[in-house]
Nanobody, 122 residues
Framework: QVQLVESGGGLVQAGGSLRLSCAAS????????MGWFRQAPGKEREFVAR????????LYGDSVKGRFTISRDNASTTVYLQMNSLKPEDTAVYYC???????????????WGQGTQVTVSS
C-alpha cells in the first residue's frame, strides 16, 4: 500500500507559477513510477507528466510540455510538479499517482492521492 498526499494548489493569475508536492509513504517509494494527472469539471482525467523511479526519464502531456517540470526526491519520498506560464485552461484538480509500470494511462496507476485544486484566473 502507498499513501499519497498532494499539496501546493491554489489560485494564481494567468502567467504565474505554482509548485505542487506529493508526499508518499508506505511501500518503497523509489520502486515506483510517479505520475501527475488532472481533471477539470465535466472532463476526463488527463495525463500531465510522469517520472521514472530514478528520475532519469520523464514524459509530458502535449498541453503542458515546455511549461511544467516533474521531479522527485527519493530521499524525502516526494514528487514535485513545477508549473510555469499557467493558463486558465490549466484549471483542474491535480492528482499524483504511482505505478510499477512505465505508462501514462490512468487505468494502470494503482495508488492515488486525494487531489489538490489549481485555479488559474484570466
Amino acid at each position: 500500500q502507498v499513501q499519497l498526499v498532494e499539496s501546493g494548489g491554489g489560485l494564481v493569475q494567468a502567467g504565474g507559477s505554482l509548485r505542487l508536492s506529493c508526499a508518499a509513504s508506505g511501500r518503497t517509494f523509489s520502486n515506483y513510477y510517479m505520475g501527475w494527472f488532472r481533471q477539470a469539471p465535466g472532463k476526463e482525467r488527463e495525463f500531465v507528466a510522469r517520472i521514472s523511479w530514478s528520475g532519469g526519464s520523464t514524459l509530458y502531456g502535449d498541453s503542458v510540455k515546455g511549461r511544467f517540470t516533474i521531479s522527485r526526491d527519493n530521499a524525502s519520498t516526494t514528487v514535485y510538479l513545477q508549473m510555469n506560464s499557467l493558463k486558465p485552461e490549466d484549471t483542474a484538480v491535480y492528482y499524483c499517482a504511482s505505478t510499477n509500470r512505465l505508462t501514462n494511462s490512468a487505468r494502470r496507476y494503482d495508488y492515488w492521492g486525494q487531489g489538490t485544486q489549481v485555479t488559474v484566473s484570466s
